[in-house]
C-alpha cells in the first residue's frame, strides 16, 4: 500500500462561518487510507469541532472562545493571543520545532485566504503549498493587485467562483500562473438542509399573517444586515408590514443590535443569534434575502436554492452565478436602493416571485457534494 500523503490545514478556528463549514463538509468527505493529516487551528473553538472526524490530528495555538470585545478584564488575553500568533508567524521555525514536532508534511493547505502568509512562510521549501479562496478579494480592504498578485506563490489556488477565477486569472502574468487557478464549486451537503428543515423550529414563531424576510450569516459589516434594517424601516414608514429575521452571530452583532433599537423596529426585526439548525426558520419564512456588500461564493443561496425559497440577492460574486443571471431569485443593485427596491416589488407584486418558485420546482443543482470532494482530492493527488 502507497504511503499516506501528509498534509498540513490551517485554518482560524471552526467558527460558523460559511468556509468552515465548507471544509469540515470536505475532511468528513475524504478517504482516511490515503491521507494522514494535521489541522492546525489558531484558536480551538467552533460548533463544528465536534463534526472533524477522529482519524485527523487537531492541533491549536490558543484554547478558548474567540473574544470580540475590548472590555478591560479580557484584554491582557486577547493581546497574549495576538502577540504569540505574530511570533510564530515571523519565527515559523518556532512552531515547526515545537508545536508540529519538525514532522515534515508533502502538503501545505491554507483553508481561507487569510492564512496565506503563514502557508506561504513556512518553515519547510519542499513542501507543495494550496490554497482556498472563498471571497473576491478584490472588494476586502486592503487587498491591492499587488497583495492578490502574492497568491500566485501557491503551487495551486482554488476559487469557489467564476468572478473568483476571473479575477486571478486578469493578474496572471503568464500561462505557468493561469494554470495554477483551479475552479471547485464549495462541497455543501444537499441531503443535510433538506432533513434539518423537516425538524421542529426554536424559539422564533413566525406570524405568518405578514411576509418574513430571513437572512442567514456571520454578523460582519461584509454581510450588510445594517443596510438591511435600514430598508426594513423605511418600507414600515411606507405601511408595508413584515417581518425581519436574522440567524447569527459575529463580532458586529451588538453594533447591529443597537441599530435595530435606535431605528425603532424591535418589534418587527428579530436577530435570533447563532443556531446549530438554522433550516426551519428558512422553511418558514416566505422570502430569503441576500444583503451582501461582497461574497466569494454565497452558500447560504445555494442552501436557499435547495429548499425552493423565494429568494433576493444583492449582485455580489457567485451570486449571478448561482441563481443563473436571476432564473432562479431576483438580482438587486449592490446598495440600498437596490435592496429597497428588490423588497418593495416582493411586498408590492408577491405574484413576480412565482416564475422563480416554478422554475426551481424542476431544476437540479449542476454541481454535488460528490464532484467536489473528488475535484479536490485529485488537486492533492496531482501535488
Request: glycine share 6%; hydrophobic share 35%.
Amino acid at each position: 500500500m502507497p504511503e499516506k500523503k501528509k498534509i498540513l490545514i490551517r485554518i482560524g478556528s471552526l467558527r460558523h462561518g460559511g468556509a468552515e463549514k465548507v471544509l469540515v463538509t470536505f475532511l468528513k468527505n475524504l478517504p482516511k487510507d490515503k491521507y494522514e493529516i494535521d489541522l492546525l487551528l489558531n484558536l480551538y473553538s467552533g460548533k463544528y469541532l465536534p463534526e472533524v472526524p477522529e482519524w485527523i490530528n487537531i492541533l491549536y495555538l490558543h484554547k478558548g472562545e474567540m473574544i470580540t470585545t475590548n472590555r478591560p478584564h479580557e484584554i491582557p488575553r486577547k493581546a497574549a493571543r495576538v502577540i504569540h500568533e505574530k511570533i510564530v508567524k515571523k519565527f515559523p521555525k518556532l512552531l515547526y520545532k515545537n508545536k508540529l514536532k519538525n514532522k515534515q508534511y508533502d502538503i501545505e493547505f491554507a483553508a481561507i485566504h487569510g492564512m496565506r502568509d503563514e502557508i506561504l512562510g513556512s518553515h519547510l521549501s519542499s513542501s507543495k503549498k494550496i490554497v482556498w479562496i472563498h471571497n473576491d478579494l478584490s472588494e476586502v480592504k486592503g487587498y491591492t493587485d499587488a497583495e492578490i498578485r502574492k497568491f500566485f506563490g501557491f503551487d495551486k489556488i482554488m476559487v469557489i467562483s467564476e468572478k473568483i477565477e476571473t479575477l486571478f486569472k486578469s493578474l496572471a502574468s503568464n500561462k505557468t500562473e493561469k494554470d495554477k487557478i483551479i475552479k471547485i464549486y464549495n462541497p455543501l451537503d444537499t441531503e443535510e438542509f433538506i432533513s434539518k428543515a423537516e425538524q421542529p423550529g426554536g424559539k422564533y414563531y413566525f406570524d405568518l399573517s405578514v411576509p418574513t424576510f430571513i437572512s442567514v450569516g456571520t454578523i460582519f459589516p461584509q454581510k450588510g444586515f445594517d443596510r438591511l434594517l435600514k430598508v426594513h424601516k423605511r418600507l414600515l414608514d411606507e405601511g408595508f408590514k413584515h417581518n425581519i429575521l436574522i440567524v447569527g452571530d459575529g463580532y458586529d452583532f451588538e453594533n447591529i443590535k443597537k441599530l435595530k433599537s435606535d431605528l425603532g423596529v424591535d418589534e418587527t426585526a428579530t436577530m435570533l443569534g447563532f443556531t446549530d439548525n438554522p433550516y426551519p426558520y428558512f422553511k418558514q419564512a416566505e422570502f430569503y434575502i441576500l444583503s451582501s456588500r461582497y461574497e466569494g461564493f454565497p452558500t447560504v443561496l445555494f442552501e436557499a436554492i435547495t429548499l425552493k425559497k423565494k429568494i433576493i440577492s444583492t449582485e455580489v460574486s457567485g451570486s449571478a452565478e448561482m441563481l443563473r443571471n436571476g432564473e432562479l431569485g431576483l438580482l438587486v443593485e449592490n446598495s440600498e436602493e437596490g435592496i429597497y427596491a428588490g423588497m418593495k416589488q416582493a411586498l408590492n407584486h408577491p405574484e413576480s416571485f412565482e416564475q422563480y418558485t416554478e422554475k426551481l420546482k424542476s431544476y437540479k443543482i449542476p454541481f454535488t457534494l460528490k464532484n467536489s470532494v473528488e475535484k479536490i482530492i485529485s488537486v492533492l493527488d496531482g501535488l
